[in-house]
T-cell receptor
């Protein structure tokens, strides 16, 4: 069983829908991350949470809204998305926020298609 | 500016061939870390290796080896005697030690490796 679990694996939504992505880590880590993976682009860091507090928001549009109710769970709430938001959304965790020399543990991602 | 370039978008080899995945990085820091991650078809990125900028020794782990050369800002990854299970997208990444930038793990665009039987 992977240490980081993401649901759903696939999501198709219309531009007016509201949906949420869920991530759960079973590793006892203190930091969690949302990344966006688009075709032929580097992974983009979207949000960072450390001990349930958001510490980074990389100029992500407000139609993406993260939530971290506790150190094991991370959500990404989606509303009024655009077709260009279609991508693989990856959740990751690390022991601490400072990832200079720490490795990340990733979930399998949610493949999102916006119609 | 920090940047990671993986010029090879896709590589196809036949099983048992050796293959090298290239990674070139740019950074102004003297202290930094380099990573390789593997993303199999299941989607999750799996950590392979981490090296710091002060350790230029090459590393070998089974069929995997890494060649770190600061003079050319490269951190190349070689798979010896490739196997079908090596088929995946491989990402090189850079992390700098500057305190205000430690959340940013800069990824390359990835190299898709296909190993055919």
């Amino acid at each position: 069983e992977t240490g980081v679990t993401q649901t759903p694996r696939h999501l198709v939504m219309g531009m007016t829908n509201k949906k949420s992505l869920k991530c759960e880590q079973h590793l006892g880590h203190n930091a969690m991350y949302w990344y966006k993976q688009s075709a032929k682009k580097p992974l983009e860091l979207m949000f960072v949470y450390s001990l349930e507090e958001r510490v980074e928001n990389n100029s992500v549009p407000s139609r993406f809204s993260p939530e971290c109710p506790n150190s094991s769970h991370l959500f990404l709430h989606l509303h009024t998305l655009q077709p260009e938001d279609s991508a693989l959304y990856l959740c990751a965790s690390s022991q601490e926020r400072q990832i200079v020399n720490e490795k990340l543990f990733f979930g399998s991602g949610t493949q999102l298609s916006v119609l | 500016a920090q940047k990671v370039t993986q010029a090879q978008t896709e590589i196809s080899v036949v099983e048992k061939e050796d293959v090298t995945l290239d990674c070139v990085y740019e950074t102004r820091d003297t202290t930094y870390y380099l990573f390789w991650y593997k993303q199999p078809p299941s989607g999750e990125l799996v950590f392979l290796i981490r090296r710091n900028s002060f350790d230029e020794q090459n590393e070998i782990s089974g069929r995997y080896s890494w060649n770190f050369q600061k003079s050319t800002s490269s951190f190349n990854f070689t798979i010896t005697a490739s196997q079908v299970v090596d088929s995946a997208v491989y990402f090189c990444a850079l992390s700098e030690a500057r305190s205000y930038n430690t959340d940013k793990l800069i990824f390359g665009t990835g190299t898709r490796l296909q190993v055919f039987p």
